[in-house]
């Protein structure tokens, strides 16, 4: 379905993201989702930290937005919604700065099960400042801060949220479109704690480095790589070492 994007975006904006960048297409999949909904934007906060995925809201959605310190997009969410407990709030930002510099806020809001519906746009990088390694970063990748090869295991974000005790956890990928937006959608409607891991390629530092060619062909290889967990059960885990598992995780009780 296509909508009018412009009616959700601030006037006069340019969106400042490179060819085939993930986060454009997240933008777009997150207003279908609220247009969906038929959730009145003015009655929503969007809160974000700093990075390249930071910018999705803020200063495009003609909504209130926060554009926030690095790492500390959580908490200045969850200080507000405890102000005004009404407010629809939306967390939108970066594997880094949610799960590496703002880790803690991460686990303990969902610990708390705060009442936000936080979405992780994860390029498995922080993309913003030159690709380097992060806790998401698969093992074995190189990036300009691991020549080497990234020695550590990364997170499994879902697993990490899901154990702290969020309501709704779940991964999806920009290339899934469909179910993507109907993630959204139930994130978006779930009361507690909802968390997306939300793959969205980088076809600038990430794809670049590890020469996955054009952007399209970037979306292309982690489209490959992305697997439904229904589909994944028969899989042995040599199978799986080089795909990407995505679907619910836990679901609300729905
Ligand atoms: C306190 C602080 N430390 C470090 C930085 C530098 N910095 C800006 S964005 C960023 C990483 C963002 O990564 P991520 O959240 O994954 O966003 P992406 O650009 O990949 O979308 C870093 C380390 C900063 N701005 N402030
Ligand atoms: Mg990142």
């Given at each position: 379905?296509?909508?009018d994007?412009?009616?959700y975006?601030?006037p006069?904006v340019?969106l400042?993201?490179?060819?085939g960048?993930g986060?454009r297409?997240?933008?777009?999949?997150i207003l279908?989702a609220?247009?969906?909904?038929?959730?009145?934007?003015?009655?929503?906060?969007f809160?974000?930290g700093i990075?390249?995925?930071?910018?999705?809201?803020?200063?495009?959605?003609?909504?209130d937005?926060?554009?926030t310190?690095?790492?500390?997009?959580?908490a200045?969410?969850?200080?507000?919604?405890?102000?005004?407990?009404k407010?629809?709030t939306?967390?939108i930002?970066?594997?880094?700065?949610?799960?590496?510099?703002?880790?803690?806020h991460?686990i303990?809001?969902a610990?708390r099960?705060?009442d936000?519906?936080?979405?992780?746009?994860?390029?498995?990088?922080?993309?913003m400042?030159?690709?380097q390694?992060?806790?998401?970063?698969?093992?074995g990748?190189?990036?300009?801060t691991?020549?080497?090869?990234?020695?550590?295991?990364?997170?499994?974000?879902?697993?990490?949220v899901n154990a702290a005790g969020?309501?709704?956890v779940a991964?999806?990928?920009v290339t899934?479109p469909?179910?993507?937006v109907?993630?959204i959608?139930?994130?978006?409607?779930?009361e507690g704690?909802?968390?997306?891991?939300i793959?969205?390629?980088c076809?600038?530092?990430?794809?670049?480095?590890?020469?996955l060619?054009t952007p399209?062909?970037?979306?292309?290889?982690?489209?490959?790589?992305?697997?439904?967990?229904?589909?994944?059960?028969?899989?042995?885990?040599?199978?799986?070492?080089e795909?990407?598992?995505?679907?619910?995780?836990?679901?609300?009780?729905?």
């Open positions: 379905m296509s909508i994007l412009k009616q975006l601030r006069g340019t400042p993201f490179c060819a960048c986060d297409i997240l933008l777009r999949l279908r609220i247009d969906e909904l038929k959730i009145n934007i003015d009655d929503m906060l809160v974000s990075g390249c995925a930071a910018w999705i809201p803020s200063p495009n959605f003609n909504a937005t926060l554009h310190l690095h790492g500390r997009a959580i200045f969410a969850t200080g507000a919604k405890v102000f005004n407990p407010l629809k939306v967390v930002s970066g594997d880094g700065d949610l799960a590496d510099i703002g880790g803690n991460l303990h809001a610990r099960n705060i936000l519906t936080v979405l992780c746009a994860n390029n498995m990088n922080y993309g400042t030159g690709g390694v992060c806790s998401t970063t698969p093992k990748v190189r990036t300009p691991t020549p080497g090869g990234n020695p550590y295991h990364p997170f499994d974000l879902c697993k990490l969020a309501t709704y991964r999806y990928s899934q469909s179910v993507l109907e993630s959608k139930k994130a978006l409607q779930i704690f909802s968390f997306i891991d793959i969205s390629p076809p600038t530092q990430y794809g670049r480095q590890h020469r060619g399209r062909e970037t979306l292309k290889f982690f489209e490959n790589r992305c697997i439904m967990k229904e589909d994944a059960k028969g899989l042995s885990e040599e199978e799986l070492e795909k990407i598992v995505t679907g619910e995780f836990s679901d609300g009780g729905n």
